[in-house]
């Protein structure tokens, strides 16, 4: 029988999905969330260079490392797909998703401009709208979809999930859809860091991609906290400025390496091997507090 969820923690959901709301206003998110793909890209080298080397080498070097014949990658909430391009590119057949209608568009228009333009290897590129914590649904449904992947990648995703439950039921779909021996991508934005000290680590920048979202200078991260005793911070505010000069203000939900790692051994069982890696490299390189984006892989036990 599934515990009954504590009042606190259901009013945590109703608080973060408000604020989730008026943030999607302020953004008018069908057009500021397609900032990057609406830009008009004249070369395919254009498009593959939206991401950093060393992220670019991380995920062909995982995928490689666990492709098997018949299966793929699995990129989920891949917004634009920047990661699956460059995937599909270094000759991976590559299965990408997300819920936004606008995504999805901008991925099937990039995909056919890219054969148009002779690179045949994109037609091994299967694109399909689905949410996240349903994608298991969507894939059963669709005979053209492998049941099963060899790496499931899901990258600046879970921060917009509204809780424990939503995440819980994300890494369900993750063990129902990874094959035995394969691997997870995961990773969040160092927001445990950020409530505690009120600033973006790094300036808020992402180092793994070319387009940056600088923290608005004067407008402090502010956190929510959870009910008494605990008092542990939930979720964050930001404001950012883009490259245009306009603003995007998010509401991200704050996951901390002890949730992940438990939620993990209680998904794939505890033999299943997790390493921890804080801006891509080893947790002795890189300190906490000087991380802006701690990446989890996950392999799942062979039967």
Known sequence: MEKVR?????AQDVLLGSLTKIC???????????????????????RLDQRSPIIKKFLLDLAKKYETPGRGVL???????????????GGFKVFSCDLSDGMVEEMRTCKQEFINNGCKEFENWSIFKANMIEIDAVI????????????????????????????????????????PGGVIVVDHRNFEVMAKTGKPVNGGINPFTAVEYRHIAGVAPFAIYGPAPEQKPIAVFLAYERPDGSNLYTTSRVFTREQITSLAKSTFGENCKIQILHDLKDESECPPEGTAIITYVIEKPLE
Do not use: W
């Open 24 to 46: 999607q206003e302020q953004n008018d998110v069908e057009i500021s969330m397609q900032f990057e793909c609406n830009r008009k890209f004249s070369s395919v080298e254009q």
């Open 140 to 179: 059963d449904s669709n005979k053209n979809l492998p049941p099963q992947y060899d790496t499931i990648v899901c990258l600046e995703a879970i921060m917009f999930l509204m809780g424990d439950q939503e995440l819980k039921k994300l890494f369900s779909c993750f063990e129902k859809l990874l094959r």
């Open 75 to 89: 990129d989920v909430a891949c917004g634009p797909g920047n990661d699956s391009i460059y995937l599909v590119h």
């Open 6 to 10: 504590e009042p606190a923690a259901i």
